[in-house]
């Protein structure tokens, strides 16, 4: 182990409570229907992207902030479960992010989020993280917090941390953001969003015209996940495709911040590009063959497990 680093991964993103009911059917405008108990999980795409690397032996920590509420604590205790350092996790400015999530028979689901304090992590939070910053190899962010924060952290890293970006919800990026990704992971509709495709086709059909396309923006890599088609990554060398590993599903919740983990663990252990997306199309596998977000993240071994052979 390096110990140039006190961290494999520093994750700054959100966290959200997790607020799940299943329902026969969604409802029409002004209409009411009964749903199942109400289940509350821990979630946020920062919180599980920490809590997934966490699971694979990654010396991790999330810069975050929630609420002084119960919903903050019970991220708080699952992020501590799961060995991640939080004294980068902020409290108090608003109520922890809340995610309002009804699911139907078939998994299909709608949800609404209500920022709360992801809203409030500030270029000024990232500035008194300077020391956690500068101490990761590996940086990775999503857009569940403001976009100026993230471009702070882009500004505020150490010459030798490497940034990974998962423009999730996507928005179009600034050039500075955009240059220091290395990789830029996104799925098809991210993809299209970022390259500002507005329907035309001007993108192209094929993820290797996307993948052009967004190396031509200024990230060094990119990584582009196809569902069941497994994912592309495409950098200065050339792209590859990279298989989906075959399971039955159960639940594909945090399935894309359980693989974007493994990514950039693997990446900061020194994995090309395409072994690392390999690794994150396993533990992506194990995952979705388990209930939850938070809950279905496999250890290393578990993966190697459940994948070999």
């Given at each position: ?25 969604r ?33 991790t ?41 009804t ?11 209500s ?20 101490s ?33 919800p ?6 500075e953001v ?13 993809a ?43 950098d ?18 945090g ?31 194990v995952?979705?063959?388990r209930?939850?977000?938070?809950a279905?993240?496999?250890t ?10």
């Amino acid at each position: 182990m390096d110990d140039t680093y006190t961290y494999d991964l520093l994750v700054v993103g959100s966290a959200n409570a997790d607020l799940v009911i299943g329902v026969e059917r969604r409802p029409r405008a002004g209409e009411t229907v009964l749903g199942s108990d109400l289940a509350v999980h821990p979630g946020g795409k920062g919180a599980n992207q920490a809590v997934a690397a966490a699971r694979l032996g990654a010396r991790t920590a999330l810069l975050a902030r929630v609420g002084d509420d119960d919903h903050g604590r019970l991220l708080l205790d699952s992020l501590r479960t799961a060995d991640v350092d939080v004294s980068g996790v902020r409290t108090g400015g608003a109520p922890t992010g809340v995610a309002l999530i009804t699911v139907d028979p078939s998994g299909d689901n709608s949800i609404v989020v209500s920022p709360g304090a992801n809203a409030r992590l500030t270029p000024a939070d990232v500035r008194d993280a300077l020391p956690a910053l500068r101490s990761a190899r590996v940086v990775s962010a999503q857009l569940e917090i403001p976009l100026d924060t993230v471009g702070e952290v882009v500004r505020l890293l150490g010459p030798g941390t490497r940034f990974a970006l998962n423009p999730s919800p996507p928005a179009p990026l600034p050039p500075e953001v955009l240059a220091a990704c290395d990789p830029l992971i996104v799925n098809e509709h991210e993809a299209r969003v970022v390259l500002g495709d507005t329907g035309d086709g001007a993108a192209g059909e094929r993820p290797e015209d996307w993948a052009r396309g967004l190396l031509a923006l200024g990230p060094r890599s990119v990584v582009i996940t196809l569902g069941a088609e497994g994912a592309l990554v495409a950098d200065a060398r050339g792209t590859a495709r990279v298989p989906a590993v075959p399971v039955s599903a159960v639940d594909t919740t945090g399935a894309g911040d359980a693989f974007t983990a493994a990514l950039v663990r693997r990446l900061g252990a020194g994995d090309d590009l395409p072994t690392a997306a390999a690794y994150g199309a396993r533990v992506g596998a194990v995952a979705v063959t388990r209930r939850g977000a938070q809950a279905s993240f496999p250890t290393a071994d578990e993966v190697a497990r459940a994948t070999a052979g």
